[in-house]
Protein backbone atom coordinates (compact mmCIF):
# COMPACT_ATOMS: atom_id res chain seq x y z
CA UNK A 1 0.00 0.00 0.00
CA UNK A 2 2.96 2.34 0.76
CA UNK A 3 4.41 1.46 -2.61
CA UNK A 4 0.79 2.33 -4.17
CA UNK A 5 0.78 6.13 -2.76
CA UNK A 6 4.60 6.55 -3.14
CA UNK A 7 3.90 5.88 -7.12
CA UNK A 8 1.35 8.54 -6.80
CA UNK A 9 3.26 11.22 -5.62
CA UNK A 10 6.11 11.00 -7.79
CA UNK A 11 3.71 10.60 -10.33
CA UNK A 12 2.10 14.00 -9.29
CA UNK A 13 5.30 15.45 -9.11
CA UNK A 14 6.41 14.78 -12.92
CA UNK A 15 3.05 16.16 -14.09
CA UNK A 16 4.00 19.22 -12.80
CA UNK A 17 7.07 19.92 -13.11
CA UNK A 18 6.20 19.37 -16.85
CA UNK A 19 5.08 22.79 -18.96
CA UNK A 20 2.60 24.14 -16.97
CA UNK A 21 -0.85 23.44 -18.70
CA UNK A 22 -3.97 24.02 -17.89
CA UNK A 23 -6.98 21.78 -17.81
CA UNK A 24 -8.57 23.86 -20.29
CA UNK A 25 -6.05 23.33 -23.17
CA UNK A 26 -4.40 26.65 -22.42
CA UNK A 27 -0.77 26.46 -22.33
CA UNK A 28 1.71 29.17 -20.48
CA UNK A 29 4.11 30.68 -22.84
CA UNK A 30 7.59 31.24 -21.86
CA UNK A 31 9.84 34.11 -22.78
CA UNK A 32 10.78 32.64 -26.29
CA UNK A 33 7.55 32.41 -27.18
CA UNK A 34 5.70 35.15 -26.29
CA UNK A 35 9.12 36.85 -28.25
CA UNK A 36 8.09 34.56 -31.29
CA UNK A 37 4.02 35.49 -31.33
CA UNK A 38 2.89 38.99 -30.19
CA UNK A 39 4.75 41.32 -31.89
CA UNK A 40 2.74 42.35 -34.88
CA UNK A 41 -0.53 40.74 -33.22
CA UNK A 42 -4.03 41.71 -32.09
CA UNK A 43 -5.29 40.44 -29.11
CA UNK A 44 -8.97 41.07 -29.31
CA UNK A 45 -12.57 39.75 -27.91
CA UNK A 46 -13.44 40.37 -32.03
CA UNK A 47 -16.23 42.74 -31.04
CA UNK A 48 -15.98 45.02 -28.69
CA UNK A 49 -11.84 45.66 -27.85
CA UNK A 50 -8.49 45.10 -29.50
CA UNK A 51 -4.90 45.58 -28.47
CA UNK A 52 -1.94 46.19 -31.31
CA UNK A 53 1.03 44.77 -30.06
CA UNK A 54 3.20 47.08 -32.86
CA UNK A 55 6.96 46.43 -32.97
CA UNK A 56 9.20 48.64 -30.88
CA UNK A 57 7.19 47.77 -27.58
CA UNK A 58 3.94 50.45 -28.73
CA UNK A 59 0.23 49.31 -27.93
CA UNK A 60 -2.72 50.59 -30.24
CA UNK A 61 -5.73 49.98 -28.83
CA UNK A 62 -10.22 50.17 -29.61
CA UNK A 63 -12.17 49.98 -27.27
CA UNK A 64 -15.62 50.40 -28.03
CA UNK A 65 -14.89 52.36 -31.45
CA UNK A 66 -12.26 54.51 -29.14
CA UNK A 67 -8.67 54.91 -29.54
CA UNK A 68 -5.98 54.31 -26.98
CA UNK A 69 -2.54 54.45 -26.79
CA UNK A 70 0.10 52.64 -24.79
CA UNK A 71 3.88 50.71 -24.50
CA UNK A 72 4.17 47.04 -23.93
CA UNK A 73 7.38 45.27 -23.45
CA UNK A 74 8.04 41.34 -22.46
CA UNK A 75 9.58 41.01 -19.16
CA UNK A 76 11.18 37.60 -18.81
CA UNK A 77 7.86 35.10 -19.24
CA UNK A 78 5.29 38.20 -18.68
CA UNK A 79 3.77 40.29 -20.57
CA UNK A 80 3.92 44.06 -19.49
CA UNK A 81 0.94 46.65 -20.45
CA UNK A 82 1.04 50.03 -19.88
CA UNK A 83 -2.34 51.30 -20.81
CA UNK A 84 -2.93 55.51 -21.17
CA UNK A 85 -3.18 56.58 -17.53
CA UNK A 86 -3.00 53.22 -15.93
CA UNK A 87 0.19 51.77 -14.10
CA UNK A 88 2.46 49.00 -15.41
CA UNK A 89 0.81 45.50 -15.43
CA UNK A 90 2.00 42.44 -15.87
CA UNK A 91 0.68 39.09 -16.89
CA UNK A 92 1.50 35.53 -17.88
CA UNK A 93 0.25 34.43 -21.33
CA UNK A 94 -1.87 31.25 -21.30
CA UNK A 95 -2.30 29.95 -25.32
CA UNK A 96 -4.73 27.54 -26.93
CA UNK A 97 -5.06 27.78 -30.36
CA UNK A 98 -5.81 31.42 -31.12
CA UNK A 99 -7.54 31.95 -27.81
CA UNK A 100 -4.82 33.78 -25.04
CA UNK A 101 -5.29 34.27 -21.85
CA UNK A 102 -3.39 37.30 -20.13
CA UNK A 103 -3.48 36.20 -16.67
CA UNK A 104 -2.40 38.31 -13.30
CA UNK A 105 -1.26 37.15 -10.37
CA UNK A 106 -3.80 35.91 -7.41
CA UNK A 107 -7.20 35.41 -7.57
CA UNK A 108 -8.07 37.69 -11.12
CA UNK A 109 -10.35 36.64 -13.90
CA UNK A 110 -8.23 36.36 -17.04
CA UNK A 111 -8.35 38.78 -20.12
CA UNK A 112 -9.58 36.52 -22.95
CA UNK A 113 -9.62 36.78 -26.41
CA UNK A 114 -7.80 35.62 -29.96
CA UNK A 115 -4.85 36.30 -31.22
CA UNK A 116 -4.77 37.45 -35.08
CA UNK A 117 -3.25 39.09 -37.86
CA UNK A 118 -4.44 42.94 -37.08
CA UNK A 119 -7.97 43.35 -38.80
CA UNK A 120 -8.77 46.89 -40.42
CA UNK A 121 -11.23 48.78 -37.93
CA UNK A 122 -13.33 51.68 -39.03
Known amino acids: ?10 SGLLVCSGPAQAEDG ?12 VPGMEFT ?8 FQRGGRLGAVAMGRRGAGRWRQDKDRLCLTRSDEAERCYEVWRAGERVQLREDGPSIPEEGILQRPSSRS
Not at 1 to 10: G, Y
Not at 31 to 37: L, S, V, W, Y
Not at 45 to 52: E, L, M, Q, R, T
Open 26 to 37: FRKLGAPEIRRT
Open 1 to 10: MRTHWLLLAV
Open 45 to 52: DAVHWAYF
